[in-house]
Protein backbone atom coordinates (compact mmCIF):
# COMPACT_ATOMS: atom_id res chain seq x y z
CA UNK A 1 0.00 0.00 0.00
CA UNK A 2 1.13 3.57 -1.08
CA UNK A 3 2.17 5.60 1.61
CA UNK A 4 3.43 9.29 1.23
CA UNK A 5 5.32 11.26 4.27
CA UNK A 6 5.70 15.42 4.14
CA UNK A 7 8.48 16.66 5.97
CA UNK A 8 8.32 18.96 8.08
CA UNK A 9 4.41 19.07 9.13
CA UNK A 10 5.11 22.70 10.15
CA UNK A 11 6.73 25.52 8.93
CA UNK A 12 7.09 29.19 9.77
CA UNK A 13 9.71 31.26 7.88
CA UNK A 14 10.07 34.70 7.23
CA UNK A 15 9.32 36.84 4.65
CA UNK A 16 11.88 36.47 1.91
CA UNK A 17 13.49 33.24 2.53
CA UNK A 18 13.92 30.39 0.20
CA UNK A 19 12.46 26.85 1.48
CA UNK A 20 12.53 23.60 0.36
CA UNK A 21 8.91 20.96 1.35
CA UNK A 22 9.89 17.85 1.32
CA UNK A 23 7.91 14.62 0.02
CA UNK A 24 8.41 10.70 0.30
CA UNK A 25 6.53 7.77 -1.37
CA UNK A 26 7.12 4.24 -0.46
CA UNK A 27 5.98 2.86 -4.29
CA UNK A 28 7.94 3.94 -7.04
CA UNK A 29 5.34 2.55 -9.44
CA UNK A 30 3.70 5.75 -9.68
CA UNK A 31 2.31 7.97 -12.96
CA UNK A 32 2.56 11.57 -11.46
CA UNK A 33 2.60 13.20 -8.52
CA UNK A 34 1.06 16.80 -7.67
CA UNK A 35 1.57 19.45 -5.32
CA UNK A 36 -1.58 21.23 -4.40
CA UNK A 37 -2.12 24.25 -1.58
CA UNK A 38 -4.82 24.32 0.74
CA UNK A 39 -6.07 27.95 2.44
CA UNK A 40 -8.19 27.03 5.67
CA UNK A 41 -11.68 25.79 4.84
CA UNK A 42 -10.98 25.73 0.99
CA UNK A 43 -10.25 23.46 -1.76
CA UNK A 44 -7.34 22.60 -3.33
CA UNK A 45 -5.65 24.71 -6.25
CA UNK A 46 -2.74 22.56 -8.22
CA UNK A 47 0.09 24.19 -8.13
CA UNK A 48 2.38 21.59 -10.30
CA UNK A 49 1.98 17.91 -12.07
CA UNK A 50 5.26 15.93 -12.19
CA UNK A 51 4.75 12.86 -15.03
CA UNK A 52 6.48 10.13 -14.17
CA UNK A 53 8.87 10.89 -16.97
CA UNK A 54 9.99 14.05 -15.66
CA UNK A 55 12.67 15.69 -13.59
CA UNK A 56 11.08 19.05 -12.77
CA UNK A 57 8.51 21.45 -13.22
CA UNK A 58 8.48 24.91 -12.69
CA UNK A 59 6.01 27.39 -12.45
CA UNK A 60 7.21 31.25 -11.44
CA UNK A 61 8.31 30.98 -8.03
CA UNK A 62 7.76 27.05 -7.76
CA UNK A 63 10.51 24.36 -8.83
CA UNK A 64 8.94 20.94 -7.86
CA UNK A 65 11.46 17.85 -8.58
CA UNK A 66 10.84 14.04 -8.58
CA UNK A 67 13.20 11.12 -8.09
CA UNK A 68 11.05 8.51 -8.53
CA UNK A 69 13.71 5.92 -8.36
CA UNK A 70 14.73 7.31 -4.60
CA UNK A 71 10.64 7.86 -4.03
CA UNK A 72 11.40 11.55 -3.20
CA UNK A 73 10.08 15.11 -4.19
CA UNK A 74 11.16 18.67 -2.90
CA UNK A 75 9.07 21.44 -3.52
CA UNK A 76 10.86 24.91 -3.60
CA UNK A 77 9.38 28.00 -2.95
CA UNK A 78 11.85 31.07 -3.29
CA UNK A 79 11.55 34.53 -1.75
CA UNK A 80 8.75 33.89 0.13
CA UNK A 81 5.48 35.82 0.50
CA UNK A 82 2.76 36.27 3.32
CA UNK A 83 0.45 35.27 0.51
CA UNK A 84 2.39 31.86 0.55
CA UNK A 85 0.74 30.89 4.14
CA UNK A 86 -1.43 27.62 3.13
CA UNK A 87 -1.27 24.22 3.84
CA UNK A 88 0.86 22.15 1.13
CA UNK A 89 0.14 18.71 -0.13
CA UNK A 90 2.11 15.89 -2.09
CA UNK A 91 0.06 13.37 -4.22
CA UNK A 92 0.88 10.71 -5.96
CA UNK A 93 -1.31 8.74 -9.07
CA UNK A 94 -0.55 5.41 -9.66
CA UNK A 95 -2.14 2.10 -11.13
CA UNK A 96 -3.55 -0.65 -9.85
CA UNK A 97 -5.31 -4.19 -11.26
CA UNK A 98 -8.56 -2.33 -12.12
CA UNK A 99 -7.08 0.60 -14.30
CA UNK A 100 -5.58 4.50 -12.12
CA UNK A 101 -6.17 4.31 -8.49
CA UNK A 102 -7.23 7.80 -6.68
CA UNK A 103 -4.66 10.04 -5.61
CA UNK A 104 -2.60 9.41 -2.44
CA UNK A 105 -2.04 12.16 -0.36
CA UNK A 106 0.68 12.94 2.51
CA UNK A 107 -0.40 14.67 5.73
CA UNK A 108 0.85 17.88 4.44
CA UNK A 109 3.32 21.14 5.48
CA UNK A 110 1.49 23.96 7.09
CA UNK A 111 3.56 26.96 6.21
CA UNK A 112 3.03 30.44 7.85
CA UNK A 113 5.43 33.35 6.40
CA UNK A 114 6.02 35.79 8.77
CA UNK A 115 5.94 39.19 7.34
CA UNK B 1 -14.21 28.44 -17.69
CA UNK B 2 -16.18 27.50 -14.49
CA UNK B 3 -14.54 25.82 -12.02
CA UNK B 4 -15.57 22.42 -10.37
CA UNK B 5 -18.55 23.27 -8.43
CA UNK B 6 -20.24 21.32 -5.23
CA UNK B 7 -23.11 21.77 -3.35
CA UNK B 8 -24.24 22.06 -0.81
CA UNK B 9 -21.31 23.94 0.71
CA UNK B 10 -22.29 23.24 4.41
CA UNK B 11 -24.70 20.24 5.28
CA UNK B 12 -26.02 19.28 9.54
CA UNK B 13 -27.31 15.90 9.60
CA UNK B 14 -27.97 13.25 12.77
CA UNK B 15 -26.73 9.98 13.09
CA UNK B 16 -28.41 7.61 11.18
CA UNK B 17 -30.02 9.57 7.92
CA UNK B 18 -28.70 9.35 4.92
CA UNK B 19 -26.88 12.25 2.72
CA UNK B 20 -26.53 13.30 -1.07
CA UNK B 21 -24.01 15.40 -1.73
CA UNK B 22 -23.32 16.89 -5.62
CA UNK B 23 -20.53 17.81 -7.97
CA UNK B 24 -20.44 19.82 -11.17
CA UNK B 25 -17.16 18.87 -13.12
CA UNK B 26 -15.73 21.75 -15.54
CA UNK B 27 -17.16 21.89 -18.76
CA UNK B 28 -15.08 18.93 -21.16
CA UNK B 29 -14.20 17.20 -18.15
CA UNK B 30 -15.20 13.64 -18.64
CA UNK B 31 -13.49 11.74 -14.81
CA UNK B 32 -14.82 12.80 -11.94
CA UNK B 33 -13.17 11.58 -8.42
CA UNK B 34 -14.17 12.36 -4.41
CA UNK B 35 -12.07 12.39 -1.46
CA UNK B 36 -12.97 12.43 1.99
CA UNK B 37 -10.70 14.98 4.29
CA UNK B 38 -10.71 14.32 7.87
CA UNK B 39 -8.12 15.99 10.56
CA UNK B 40 -7.10 12.41 11.59
CA UNK B 41 -6.75 10.63 8.64
CA UNK B 42 -6.11 13.51 6.29
CA UNK B 43 -7.43 13.31 2.51
CA UNK B 44 -8.67 9.35 1.63
CA UNK B 45 -9.73 8.70 -2.10
CA UNK B 46 -13.41 6.96 -1.83
CA UNK B 47 -14.29 6.46 -5.76
CA UNK B 48 -13.61 7.83 -9.35
CA UNK B 49 -15.90 7.87 -12.37
CA UNK B 50 -15.45 8.17 -15.97
CA UNK B 51 -17.99 8.09 -18.29
CA UNK B 52 -20.64 6.80 -16.16
CA UNK B 53 -18.53 3.98 -15.13
CA UNK B 54 -16.91 3.48 -11.67
CA UNK B 55 -13.29 3.30 -12.12
CA UNK B 56 -11.43 2.57 -8.94
CA UNK B 57 -13.04 2.47 -5.23
CA UNK B 58 -11.05 3.72 -1.93
CA UNK B 59 -11.25 1.43 1.27
CA UNK B 60 -14.60 2.89 2.37
CA UNK B 61 -17.43 0.86 3.64
CA UNK B 62 -20.74 0.21 1.08
CA UNK B 63 -22.20 2.61 2.54
CA UNK B 64 -20.72 4.99 0.40
CA UNK B 65 -21.58 5.03 -2.80
CA UNK B 66 -21.96 7.08 -6.01
CA UNK B 67 -23.02 7.69 -9.92
CA UNK B 68 -22.38 9.44 -12.81
CA UNK B 69 -24.66 11.06 -15.15
CA UNK B 70 -24.35 11.76 -18.83
CA UNK B 71 -23.41 15.01 -18.46
CA UNK B 72 -20.60 14.05 -16.32
CA UNK B 73 -21.73 15.50 -13.14
CA UNK B 74 -21.53 13.24 -10.25
CA UNK B 75 -23.78 12.59 -6.79
CA UNK B 76 -22.35 10.93 -3.94
CA UNK B 77 -24.46 9.00 -1.39
CA UNK B 78 -23.54 8.42 2.67
CA UNK B 79 -26.34 6.47 4.10
CA UNK B 80 -26.70 5.35 7.89
CA UNK B 81 -24.47 7.74 8.60
CA UNK B 82 -22.27 8.01 11.99
CA UNK B 83 -20.28 10.46 13.70
CA UNK B 84 -17.41 10.01 12.26
CA UNK B 85 -18.01 10.63 8.41
CA UNK B 86 -18.49 14.23 9.83
CA UNK B 87 -15.64 15.39 6.75
CA UNK B 88 -15.28 17.91 4.39
CA UNK B 89 -16.02 16.13 1.04
CA UNK B 90 -13.54 17.43 -2.09
CA UNK B 91 -14.84 16.20 -5.56
CA UNK B 92 -12.27 16.94 -8.26
CA UNK B 93 -12.52 16.29 -11.97
CA UNK B 94 -9.98 16.29 -15.11
CA UNK B 95 -10.49 15.73 -18.88
CA UNK B 96 -9.24 12.24 -18.88
CA UNK B 97 -7.81 9.54 -16.44
CA UNK B 98 -3.95 8.76 -15.25
CA UNK B 99 -1.86 12.22 -16.54
CA UNK B 100 -4.32 14.56 -16.04
CA UNK B 101 -3.95 17.21 -13.45
CA UNK B 102 -6.91 17.02 -11.23
CA UNK B 103 -9.05 20.19 -10.48
CA UNK B 104 -10.55 20.53 -6.91
CA UNK B 105 -13.71 21.75 -5.78
CA UNK B 106 -14.49 24.24 -2.57
CA UNK B 107 -16.19 20.78 -0.56
CA UNK B 108 -18.90 20.10 1.00
CA UNK B 109 -18.36 20.32 4.72
CA UNK B 110 -20.49 17.42 6.80
CA UNK B 111 -21.68 17.35 10.51
CA UNK B 112 -23.27 14.36 11.72
CA UNK B 113 -24.64 15.17 15.05
Known amino acids: KQEVTQIPAALSVPEGENLVLNCSFT??????LQWFRQDPGKGLTSLLLIQSSQREQTSGRLNASLDKSSGRSTLYIAASQPGDSATYLCAVGQYSGGGADGLTFGKGTHLIIQP | KAGVTQTPRYLIKTRGQQVTLSCSPISGHRSVSWYQQTPGQGLQFLFE???????NKGNFPGRFSGRQFSNSRSEMNVSTLELGDSALYLC????????????FGPGTRLTVL
Open chain 2, 92 to 103: ASRPGLYTDTQY
Open chain 2, 49 to 55: YFSETQR
Open chain 1, 27 to 32: DSAIYN
